[in-house]
């Protein structure tokens, strides 16, 4: 007995877009091994531009380097085109400039290449349900360029749209030390689901709609490499 | 000597003098000179009148002088008659009427400088057309003999021209000059006080003191007697022994502890006179005192003439010129005591009042000097200042640029060991596993995970974390979770808040992220455990991360052994240390990490 079978399963449409056949095949066997959802590969930024004008996904994982240029350009194309499609940036290292590039592309999250199957579907699925994940290090990078900005006048790579609020910071300083959403919210003392809810205006402010910011170019120009 | 202070110096001199030179008395008509001296009517001989006589005289032909004036004697109008100095009162009486009287304070000196000028009006009415007689008394209180300088007449305006003239000179000039010097003298005293190697700045402002206290006696309004103003005038042989003091240290003259001794004639005159009765005073002691003055000016040029050749010599010459000029000057004014001379106008006064301007212009300028030589100093020292900075700054640089060379070669070498270490070490495994004869993937697959994991830790290792280490740990759990979860166990994070601040360095990180991968790696593969803790304490100096599973502990020697030494010395690596003892349900490791001092 299936349970739940009576119910319809929302199928959700995901377009993988990895230049590696190897690491392209992995995640695509981590989605549909994990199921409730319909997968769509491709192996450049022309073909999945072509797939994204055929049929809106719900969700893209997608490599920021492509054989033919970088991602950043597609990932706020599509954003403009289906603002309601999720992003994730598929990455190697998960470091610094890799995650500058994911959030102002608009991503929500980062997978590693190497990451577990399991773990790879459970946070696209998390994803897709408007959980809004945030990893320690995107939060410790966006308290850490705020922290700059409040400090000096300098130039920050890191955009963002309104300022964020002392409460923000404060969901930002919890998730940087690696506790966990409820942890969060008990420590300020807020109910459960409104950390996700912060989390989301966060994402919000850093994205990078305005194509002369900072880190667009510095992405453009190669300056940040991944 | 700066041109300014030369012609203020001048000009100053011009003014000083025209004042004290004899008037231009040509627009009055001149009457008589010093009558009661000359023979007069009630006098026998040249010598003056005795005290409490008096001299009366009549005006002769005093219709041809009302004509030859062209006085316009209307009704209106007045004349007037201007006397020079008197003593003590000159009346008037015209035809037979007293029409008016002068009297004068008394402080004659014996260098006979005049007195202040009186003026005696008459109405015009007075006169009659022919024959008027014109009758002169002067007389003198108990004590003095009746004197009277020059009788001039003429009419009111004119008169009253001159005589302002002449009370501006005698009477409110010197109190100008007092109030100035003593102005002056103050102002050089606060100099020497703050500068007391400049004595002769002390020098100066002492003559001036002593001048000022023997000029105060000049005053009417001070109540001097006429025995007050001789024996103030008792100081001015001390003066002149200041002035003495002061060329020899405008000359840098040797010093010399004898010198002292100058002071003892002018104190041994002063002491002579007061001990004497005054009347005796007065007339034995006052040449004894010029004569101390000028032997002072005497010792002054001599010390003054012997410097003529030096750096100086404009402040020197100009001093010595000054101090002949006085010495001749109060020789002339003794003859003039002796009668000797025809004038009666003292030249000492003013020719000192010269050399005190001198001697004022030359200190002023002397300090305006040095201020202009301290501010060319400062100027210069600021300029060194700044080149120093300079050279400091290129010096600092170069050391800055050596010790970047330096920090690069460190990080360089650090990095190359850090990738030896673990990265290599498991990329050799896996090499060596897949050229093996039976590659076996899950031990392949082990391998290249350990390496991509310890790459992930270098790689974190230098990023930034503001220097808290909390968000270091943060990072870390994001990558050890899913290593926890995926191996079926539970995953325990407790790390608070620390009350210190650990080092950050990328160092002490990656030895710290090894050691915390290694007891999870341990945990992991060897312990059979169900869940792993990882918490923080504090200790005394240190901050303290514990990791705790319920495994089975495990055994020395044993190849988790091997792994648990390198733990160890990568805790000494940043100063800290490491406890790992099998708890009542399996393994505790606690890293000890100190905090910054």
């Known amino acids: 007995m299936v349970i739940g079978a009576d119910k319809p399963v929302t199928m959700f449409r995901v377009l993988i877009v990895e230049d590696d056949p190897i690491i392209q095949q992995r995640i695509e066997r981590a989605m549909l091994a994990g199921g409730r959802c319909t997968v769509q590969s491709v192996g450049n930024l022309a073909d999945a531009r072509a797939a994204l004008r055929m049929r809106v996904p719900d969700l893209i994982l997608s490599d920021l380097c492509l054989p033919d240029g970088r991602a950043i350009e597609f990932l706020a194309d599509a954003r403009k085109l289906a603002p309601k499609t999720e992003i994730v940036v598929i990455s190697v290292l998960g470091d610094e400039e890799t995650i500058l590039a994911a959030i102002a592309s608009g991503a929500t999250g980062y997978i590693l290449k190497d990451s577990f199957p399991a773990d790879v579907h459970s946070l696209a699925m998390d994803v897709l349900a408007g959980g809004s994940p945030m990893s320690p290090s995107i939060a410790r990078l966006v308290v850490m360029q705020a922290r700059v900005h409040q400090q000096s006048q300098q130039v920050r790579p890191l955009d963002l749209l309104a300022p964020l609020t002392p409460r923000e910071m404060d969901v930002l300083w919890g998730i940087a030390k690696g506790f966990s959403y409820s942890e969060v919210a008990t420590q300020l003392g807020i109910s459960g689901n409104t950390v996700p809810s912060h989390v989301k205006a966060i994402y919000r402010k850093l994205r990078v709609d305005n194509r002369s910011s900072a880190i667009y170019e510095a992405v453009q120009q190669g300056i940040i490499k991944f | 000597l700066s041109l300014p202070v030369a012609l203020a110096l001048l000009v100053s001199s011009l003014l000083i003098f025209s004042g004290f030179l004899p008037f231009d008395t040509r627009s009055l008509h001149h009457i008589t000179s010093a009558p009661c001296q000359i023979a007069g009517p009630n006098t026998g001989g040249n010598d003056g009148l005795e005290p409490g006589q008096s001299c009366s005289f009549i005006i002769e032909g005093f219709d041809d002088i009302l004509e030859r004036e062209n006085l316009n004697v209307s009704p209106s109008s007045s004349v007037a008659f201007l006397i020079t100095d008197l003593r003590d009162v000159v009346k008037i009486t015209v035809n037979g009427t007293f029409v008016g ?49 020059e009788l001039f007449f003429g009419d009111e305006p004119r008169v009253t021209q001159i005589f302002r003239r002449l009370w501006f000179v005698e009477v409110v000039l010197p109190k100008l000059l007092l109030g100035g010097q003593l102005f002056i003298a103050t102002m050089f005293l606060i100099i020497w006080r703050r500068q007391q190697s400049e004595r002769a700045f002390g020098w100066l402002a002492l003559v001036l003191i002593l001048d000022i206290i023997r000029g105060a006696a000049l005053i009417p309004a001070l109540g001097f007697e006429k025995s007050g103003v001789f024996y103030s005038a008792l100081l001015m042989p001390f003066c002149s ?25 002018p104190a041994l005159v002063a002491g002579v006179a007061l001990s004497l009765p005054q009347g005796v005073a007065v007339a034995e002691i006052w040449p004894w005192g010029a004569f101390l003055i000028s032997l002072n000016l005497f010792m002054s040029i001599f010390v003054l003439f012997r410097a003529w050749h030096q750096e100086n010599a404009f402040e020197i010459r100009l001093l010595l010129i000054c101090t002949c000029l006085l010495l001749g000057a109060l020789i002339h004014d003794l003859l003039m005591a002796s009668n000797l001379t025809p004038t009666n106008v003292g ?15 030359l200190m002023i300028d002397r300090y305006t000097n040095a201020i202009d030589d301290i501010a060319e100093h400062a100027n210069r020292l600021l300029q060194q200042k700044y080149e120093i900075e300079n050279r400091l700054k290129i010096a600092y640089e170069r050391i800055a640029e050596d010790q970047g060379h330096l920090i690069l070669a460190h990080e360089r070498t650090r990095l190359m060991r850090d990738l030896h270490d ?76 620390s009350s210190g601040r650990p080092d950050t360095s990328p160092t002490l990180l990656l030895n710290l992220l090894r050691i915390l991968q290694e007891a999870l790696s341990n945990t992991l593969r060897h312990a059979n455990a169900t ?12 901050l303290v991360i514990v990791v705790e599973d319920d495994g089975d502990g495990f055994k020395e020697n044993s190849r988790r052994g091997r792994g648990v030494s390198n733990m160890h010395a990568r805790a000494l690596a940043f100063s800290g240390h490491l406890e790992i003892e099998p708890s009542q349900s399996g393994t505790l490791v606690k890293v000890h990490v100190p905090f910054k001092k």
């Open chain 2, 101 to 149: 009287e002068a009297s004068s304070y008394m402080f004659r000196l014996p260098s006979r400088l005049t007195t202040p000028p009186s003026m005696i009006l008459v109405p015009a009415l007075a006169f009659m057309p022919y024959g008027n007689m014109i009758e002169v008394t002067v007389s003198a209180g108990a004590g003095n003999s009746p004197y009277m300088g």
């Open chain 2, 241 to 265: 022994t200041a002035y003495y003091f002061f060329t020899r240290e405008i000359t840098s003259a040797p010093k010399t502890r004898a010198v002292i001794f100058v002071w003892l004639l």
């Open chain 2, 347 to 361: 030249l000492a006064r003013p020719s000192f009042m010269i050399l005190l301007i001198a001697m004022i212009f």
């Open chain 2, 422 to 497: 673990g990265l290599g070490g498991e990329m050799i495994a896996v090499l060596a596993l897949a050229e093996g004869r039976h590659p076996v993937a899950d031990d392949i697959a082990h391998h290249a995970r350990s390496a991509l994991t310890d790459m992930r830790l270098i790689v974190a290792s230098l990023e930034d974390f503001g220097g808290d280490i909390s968000l270091a740990l943060g990072t870390w759990k994001e990558r050890a979770e899913p290593q926890v979860l995926s191996a079926g166990l539970r995953f325990l994070w407790k790390i608070t808040e």
């Open chain 2, 531 to 542: 869940q792993i803790k990882f918490s923080t304490e504090e200790t005394e100096g240190y």
